[in-house]
């Protein structure tokens, strides 16, 4: 069975900082992996998905994550904080077709402080 | 374009009333929605998959008859929660997955805050 993992509950990183956000999956064949983004009160806005093709996948607002197969990782990240990125952050892998839904991490808090 | 909207955001209910909440596809046609339920700091929880014109499939602890489900169109869903008790306030997210698209992809709908008095 698919799973996900977001080892970090509570992340707090200074305004300008660099952010990693940690995921790892378990998941028998090539894992189709999303990271979203959810303000409170809000809903779920994607920040980017990995299909295929080049590991390194580029997002909205800077993030990027990079794929590791070797590490079943899918970590976010971002070079330089913004405080307005302050929000709930949940990984999620699926299965390449069919209509199986999206498993979701617990998600990682993410606090940004001046 | 994949917008999905719920309908309504908020609602707030008596105990013992029904609330039926819409799902939208906006700008395409969705064999399949999800409904998911999430508490306050918790992740998304998955009730049930929706598809249009079969009976929903119910997740494992999901009661069928309290949490009514029916997608009648390909670009509608709606959850009725039956009877409702202040237990089932929670935030409701649909999901929709864009028909004959390629991976698995779903858009996600703004969300709707139950709160039963």
């Known amino acids: 069975a698919q799973s996900v993992t977001q080892p970090d509950i509570h992340i707090t990183v200074s305004e300008g900082a660099s952010l990693e956000l940690r995921c790892n999956y378990s998941?028998?064949?090539?894992?189709?992996l999303f990271w979203y983004v959810q303000s409170p009160g809000q809903g779920l806005q994607l920040l980017l998905k990995y299909f295929s093709g080049d590991t390194l996948v580029q997002g909205i607002k800077g993030f990027e994550a990079e794929f590791k197969r070797s590490q079943s990782s899918f970590n976010l990240r971002k070079p330089s904080v913004h405080w307005s990125d302050a929000a709930e952050y949940f990984c999620?892998?699926?299965?390449?077709?069919?209509?199986?839904?999206?498993?979701f991490g617990k998600g990682t808090r993410l606090s940004v402080i001046a | 374009g994949a917008v999905v909207s719920q309908h309504p955001s908020r609602v707030i209910c008596k105990s013992g009333t029904s609330v039926k909440i819409e799902c939208r596809s906006l700008?395409?046609?969705?064999?399949?929605m999800f409904w998911y339920r999430q508490f306050p700091k918790q992740s998304l929880m998955l009730m049930a998959t929706s598809n249009e014109g079969s009976k929903a499939t119910y997740e494992q602890g999901v009661e069928k008859d309290k949490f009514l489900i029916n997608h009648a169109s390909l670009t509608l869903s709606t959850l009725t929660v039956t009877s409702a008790h202040p237990e089932d306030s929670s935030f409701y997210i649909c999901?929709?997955?864009?028909?004959?698209?390629?991976?698995?992809?779903?858009?996600f709908g703004p969300g709707t805050r139950l709160t039963v008095l």
């Open positions: 999901s929709a997955r864009l028909s004959g698209r390629g991976p698995n992809e779903q858009f």
């Open positions: 999620a892998v699926g299965e390449g077709a069919g209509n199986t839904p999206l498993v």
């Open positions: 700008d395409f046609q969705a064999t399949t």
């Open positions: 998941y028998g064949a090539t894992p189709y």
